[in-house]
């Protein structure tokens, strides 16, 4: 089992910046795969970015693409999400999540089996 701590949400303007860290414990040599997913109050969990633990492939859902930026630092076991040019649509709950089996796409929450508690990202116009 893997425990993941997210930090560095908050509030910021539109047009702003925020980075997000998620750092994982435990059984962390057997991730293949962690990614942020968000959701906003009345919606669903959506996938945001997700990066591959060994090969640093990356994905982005398009509503973020050239504005969020997914890497890691394998060394200690973070994970961070760089956000700029927010928009007051990005304000959700953001969880971080780990994968160790393949066979899921990289936003498919049903196949994460690790989660953070969330950390909380308030964007105002």
């Known amino acids: 089992q893997v425990q993941l701590v997210e930090s560095g949400g908050g509030s910021a303007q539109a047009g702003g910046s925020l980075r997000l860290s998620c750092v994982a414990s435990?059984?962390?040599?057997?991730?293949?795969?962690m990614a942020w997913f968000r959701q906003a109050p009345g919606k669903e969990r959506e996938g945001v970015a997700a990066?591959?633990?060994?090969?640093?492939?990356?994905f982005y859902a398009d509503s973020v693409k050239g504005r969020f930026t997914i890497s890691q630092d394998n060394a200690k076991n973070t994970v961070y999400l760089q956000m700029t040019k927010l928009k007051p649509e990005d304000t959700a709950m953001y969880y971080c999540?780990?994968?160790?089996?393949?066979?899921?796409?990289?936003?498919?929450?049903?196949?994460?089996?690790?989660w953070g508690q969330g950390t909380q990202v308030t964007v105002s116009s």
């Open positions: 999540a780990a994968i160790s089996i393949t066979g899921y796409r990289w936003d498919d929450k049903a196949g994460y089996n690790d």
């Open positions: 435990g059984d962390t040599l057997n991730i293949k795969r």
């Open positions: 990066i591959w633990r060994r090969e640093y492939y990356t």
